[in-house]
């Protein structure tokens, strides 16, 4: 299986650190520098280059989960390194100057700098030291604790590395790999370490020398093959592997012989290949590399392993990192190791006569690593890769000694206790296979697993410990079970049991690489349909509908053809046709395939089946997405009655139908129903899920949602926040689900006026979008979307303009054309324009969304409405208030249609019938609308809703308008009484302050207003750009104090400053451009 990586991402996959050469002197067409990078290039293949302090921050900010080292200048470090010194991942920095005695005088300060050297040579050696420590401490690790009886509560918590790693080396061992395999790896290493003549020469001797019976030989020796296997090339290295793994179990006894394998040699060409393109200009691997291709067989796989070369570094860490296509060049040789450790394994077994003994390995554990390893006391832990172990136990305290001094890590000596009659586990001593002949090494074949014993300090030292670590027996109940949940959570066999591996771990490139391949070579039709059916998963997830459409489309097609065909086959066919229509918007097609698969199932299965709840819960989605919320409703709690029956009382599956309902009342604006279904689900899944179980994550997001929708920020803020928490300890940095909660937060800090805050969040989210997903998902529109609302709120026009063109350009590609989503983006540009007093430009977008919604939606759907009173808008602020009433009472009667009398979307609705009557100065009117509003926040919102606020505000401003100024100061004083004791947005107290700064003016209490003005002037400065035309409005209503004050001078300064921001955001005809005129010519006559 080839692959097509470019040349970032393959040089991302070499290691799992980061190499940082900084010095403002660097230039590579020097010879002094060329060997400098030469000599690192033999330690480590990828260094980066800065000439910079700012180039090296800005590169480990950008990669802050690697483990990081510095080389730096002398001068360049006294400014780098105090700004650095305290980053988590930064382990090691080298001061490399000509001034030795100069720089130790500052380098003494900073316990992360490892020396001051003239020497490159020397930096080497302790970068290669620090290395090789950095392999030992990131060692794959998972644990699981002790299950409580008749729960499956530990086996649902499993990390997917301990899952994934086991399933892939039981599908590697099924799998024969031919010696082409071998090719492969060299290919693909020559490739990698290009240039590196010290690799190179050793891949070359791997591709001459390697056979399955010296896997071992080559796995102790610290080259490429090492390396690689620390790195993320497992796949790639499965061959390698095996062979190692049945080297140690043919050592452990006597009279077996060795399994024999016959390797195709294009598996060792395709990963030689690979490794040539990824260490390109890297002399000593590409040496390496080259010696790999002439040397390697099955029968020296440990060697190869044990050499500290490439790779060992590709290999560990892609059983680390779980990368699909690494693994998949390095099959052969997973294999090749695991079946040479399983031939040692076999030769060596009567040596030990059944004595139990010790062997020890030290290393270091992160602390949150060493902390979930020390509640699991009683618990299982994994060894993800290859386990190497020493019968030496001051030589494996060493390295726990080694790991204290990084920042945040915990030195670990394991002592593991072990049983040679267990038969399960292939262990092995290596001492004649290793590429080290001198080390007293025990050798574990990848996923070994052990029981937790007693974990307690050494030395009384608080970051050294000894755990003690048992083999876990053949017949260990919990082990049985594990394996067995294991197992059926990946079925199937050989390389589809890869495939949805691969789709498990979010490998869908490669997943559909590998998937088209099978396509290739099969004809049966039963075949033909599942494989179609897993691209279909595969193009969902990466947000190619239309495609993943197309290839269910063809499952159903094969599978109504077949006369021997199962009609719930067809009827899963149809939901998932049904589900991607749900994705993309067009909702009548969901509905028709759900139904068609609803049709099969209500004849076929009994009517308590749980699939039938799964279809229920589906239709009850797609009527919640038209707006239909009573059928919504209707179908969840058919779901919910079907789960009532068949399910235990605390049973996720239960949480999830809850969650539901709660999300149709949340929609419809019944919050308080919303909270207590979504309590209902929090209730359950607290009971069913371990506490940093990611549905429990989204529990709490829901919660936190309501919350925000009922303007308690800091409520929903504590939700949100309980969610993030779970997600960064339960997931990978970079994983979707996080840009989800870093959004959500991101809407708050938006919604309370906290822009700063808003766009951080609203930025970490975009880059995880940027990051996992293809340029053109409607994700990554999103995230563009959310960052083009702040701009918006911030009043900076063309930068809202400038990200909502961004998501508008990927949700026309990623999208169908008629996509409620694109809608919604069209309706968003318009806003801009209709601020921007653009108003032919706001109308043309406002009318391309609406055209849009009329076609994908209901007829009464409520974004319907929301077009509407986007018109309404835009129509009173040209004056033109009687298209604008039109559009508002079509908007109230779509709403009249879908929501009960009182429900909150009539607030918005009645508020700008006030707006418009007050614009047309029908007072009562106005204030009889705002009123209404008025009287449905008060019973819908909690008691100092910020919406509440801005309505006593508005009722206030009438009140003004017609004369009766203390109403109006009570009015917007109760306002001020929620906006001054609550999180909400401070530019909505602004306005307040200002309204009642018109109100005391007009009374001629000019220096109370003046307090009122300048109250609000201060905020908006602080949160609105220096040209905002909401400044200008506080600059013309002080220019009229000063100007009725008689301060002329004071008043043209105001006035002036109001002209020139509205000369610059506002049209020529705007009225405010000619009153704000006006009242500079009365000042000008004044003066």
Same mark, same amino acid.
């Given at each position: ?80 390194? =105090?700004?650095? #010194? ?26 992360? *700098? ?62 024969? #790999? ?66 190692? #793994? ?60 044990? +050499? ?85 136990? $001051? ?84 082990? +049985? ?7 059926? $959570? ?67 097609? *094969?599978?109504?053809? $077949? ?80 789960? !009532? ?75 949100? !926040? ?85 998501? *508008? ?28 007093? $653009? ?22 759907? =409520? ?96 009140? +003004? ?24 947005? =401070? ?83 705007? =009225? ?16």
């Amino acid at each position: 299986m080839a692959s097509n990586i470019s040349r970032d991402q393959r040089q991302r996959m070499a290691e799992n650190y980061l190499v940082i050469w900084v010095d403002e002197n660097i230039d590579m067409a020097n010879e002094d520098c060329q060997n400098t990078m030469e000599q690192l290039r033999a330690v480590v293949n990828q260094v980066n280059t800065c000439t910079t302090a700012e180039q090296c921050i800005q590169q480990l900010t950008e990669n802050q989960e690697k483990i990081s080292f510095i080389i730096s200048s002398g001068a360049v470090g006294q400014h780098l390194v =105090p700004n650095i #010194h305290d980053m988590a991942k930064l382990n090691a920095i080298f001061i490399f100057c000509g001034n030795k005695q100069r720089h130790q005088v500052w380098a003494q300060n900073w316990t992360k *700098i490892k020396g001051v050297h003239t020497s490159i040579k020397h930096i080497c050696e302790k970068l290669s030291t620090a290395i090789q420590q950095c392999n030992q401490d990131h060692m794959s690790v998972s644990s699981v604790g002790v299950k409580a009886e008749g729960s499956s509560k530990n086996l649902d918590q499993l990390e997917p590395s301990f899952m994934y790693s086991q399933i892939f080396k039981e599908i590697l061992l099924e799998i024969e #790999h031919d010696k082409q395999a071998v090719q492969d790896l060299v290919t693909y290493c020559q490739q990698k370490y290009q240039g590196n003549k010290k690799e190179i020469k050793i891949i070359n001797e791997f591709q001459r020398d390697y056979q399955a019976s010296n896997a071992i030989w080559w796995y102790t020796r610290q080259c490429f093959t090492y390396k690689m296997l620390n790195g993320d090339v497992m796949i790639r290295m499965g061959f390698f592997l095996c062979d190692v #793994h049945r080297q140690i179990e043919t050592l452990y006894k006597n009279h077996e012989i060795l399994l024999e394998i016959e390797y195709d040699k294009q598996a060792v060409q395709d990963l030689v290949t690979y490794c040539q393109q990824e260490y390109q200009g890297n002399k000593k691997e590409i040496n390496i590399i080259n010696e790999f291709q002439r040397d390697y067989q099955a029968s020296n796989a440990i060697w190869w392993y044990t +050499r500290q070369c490439f790779i060992y570094k590709m290999l560990n860490g892609a059983l680390r990192t779980l990368n699909g296509d690494v693994m998949i060049r390095m099959g052969f040789f997973l294999c090749d190791v695991h079946r040479q450790i399983e031939h040692l394994h076999k030769q060596q077994v009567s040596h030990y006569h059944g004595q139990i003994f010790t062997v020890f390995r030290g290393q270091g554990l992160s602390k949150a690593d060493f902390e979930k390893l020390a509640e699991n006391k009683g618990g299982l832990i994994s060894f993800n890769n290859f386990l190497s172990t020493s019968t030496n136990p $001051d030589v494996s305290l060493v390295f726990a000694k080694e790991a204290l001094k990084i920042t945040d890590m915990i030195g670990i000596l394991f002592q593991i206790t072990i049983d040679p009659t267990i038969s399960s586990t292939l262990f092995a001593s290596i001492r004649e296979e290793s590429y080290f002949k001198d080390e007293e090494e025990i050798l574990f074949s990848m996923h070994t697993v052990f029981r937790i014993g007693e974990v307690g300090k050494i030395d009384n030292n608080r970051a050294l410990y000894k755990v003690d670590l048992k083999l876990t027996s053949d017949d260990d109940p919990q082990l +049985r079970e594990l394996t067995d949940y294991i197992r059926q $959570d990946v079925s199937g066999t050989r390389w589809y049991r890869m495939g949805q591996l691969l789709l498990k771990i979010g490998q869908f490139d490669k997943a559909e690489e590998l998937y088209t391949a099978l396509l290739e070579q099969t004809s049966d039709n039963s075949e033909r349909a599942y494989i179609h059916n897993q691209l279909g998963h595969v193009k969902s997830h990466q947000g190619q509908y239309d495609e993943a459409v197309s290839f269910y489309k063809t499952v159903v097609k *094969i599978k109504e053809e $077949d006369p021997l065909k199962d009609d719930l086959d067809l009827s899963a066919g149809y939901n998932n046709i049904g589900q991607l229509y749900n994705n993309m918007g067009d909702y009548s097609k969901a509905l028709e395939f759900y139904e068609k698969s609803l049709k099969i199932r209500e004849k076929a299965l009994p009517p308590n089946h749980p699939h039938l709840a799964t279809l229920y819960n589906n239709i009850g989605l797609v009527s919640n997405n038209m707006g239909h919320y009573a059928k919504a409703l209707e179908f969840y709690e058919k779901a919910l009655k079907i789960d !009532e029956k068949t399910l235990p009382p605390n049973h996720p599956d239960l949480a999830a139908s809850y969650n539901n309902i709660g999300q149709v009342y949340n929609d419809m604006g019944n919050y308080s129903k919303a909270l207590e279904f979504y309590e209902k689900d929090l209730e359950i899944s607290k009971k069913a899920l371990p506490p940093n179980h990611p549905d429990l994550a989204i529990s709490y997001s829901n919660i936190g949602q309501v919350y925000k929708n009922m303007g308690d920020y800091s409520k929903a803020l504590e939700f949100y !926040e309980k969610s993030l928490k779970i997600k960064e300890k339960a997931l990978p940095s970079n994983h979707p689900s996080l840009a989800i909660s870093y959004s959500n937060i991101g809407q708050v800090y938006k919604s309370m006026g906290e822009y700063s805050k808003a766009l951080e969040f609203y930025e970490k989210s975009h880059k995880i979008a940027e990051k996992t997903l293809p340029p053109n998902h409607p994700d990554l529109a999103t995230a563009y979307s959310n960052i083009g609302e702040v701009y918006y709120d911030m009043g900076d026009y063309s930068k809202a303009l400038e990200f909502y063109e961004k998501d *508008i350009e990927i949700t026309k590609k990623a999208l169908p054309s008629n996509h409620p989503d694109l809608a919604t983006s069209y309706n968003n540009i318009g806003q801009v324009y209709n601020n921007m007093d $653009d108003y032919s430009k706001a109308l043309e977008f406002y009318e391309k969304s609406l055209k849009i919604r009329e076609k994908a939606l209901p007829a009464n759907h =409520p974004y319907l409405a929301v077009s509407h009173l986007s018109f309404a808008a835009c129509y009173e602020k040209m004056g033109d208030y009687t298209t604008a009433l039109k559009a508002l009472k079509t908007a109230y009667q779509i709403q009249q249609k879908v929501f009960e009398e009182g429900n909150p979307a009539f607030a918005s609705t009645y508020s700008w019938f006030g707006r418009v009557y007050r614009s047309m100065k029908d007072y009562s009117k106005s204030l009889n609308f705002f009123e209404k509003c008025l009287t449905i926040e008060q019973k819908t919102l909690p008691e100092r809703h910020p919406n509440q606020a801005i309505t006593y505000s508005s009722i206030g401003d009438v009140h +003004r308008l017609m004369g009766d100024y203390e109403k109006a100061i009570s009015f917007h004083i109760k306002a001020l009484n929620i906006q001054e004791n609550v999180q909400c947005n =401070p530019l909505q107290c602004a306005t307040t302050y200002i309204n009642l700064g018109k109100t005391y003016r007009e009374m001629k209490d000019y220096s109370t207003a003046l307090i009122y003005y300048e109250k609000g002037l201060e905020i908006r400065k602080n949160k609105l750009p220096k040209i905002h035309p909401d400044l200008a409005v506080v600059y013309h209503n002080l220019a009229q104090l000063y100007l009725s004050t008689g301060q002329y001078r004071v008043a043209m300064k105001n006035v002036q400053q109001a002209v020139e921001i509205a000369h610059e955001k506002l049209p020529s005809n705007h =009225p405010h451009v000619l009153e704000y005129k006006e009242t500079f010519e009365k000042i000008r006559k004044k003066m």
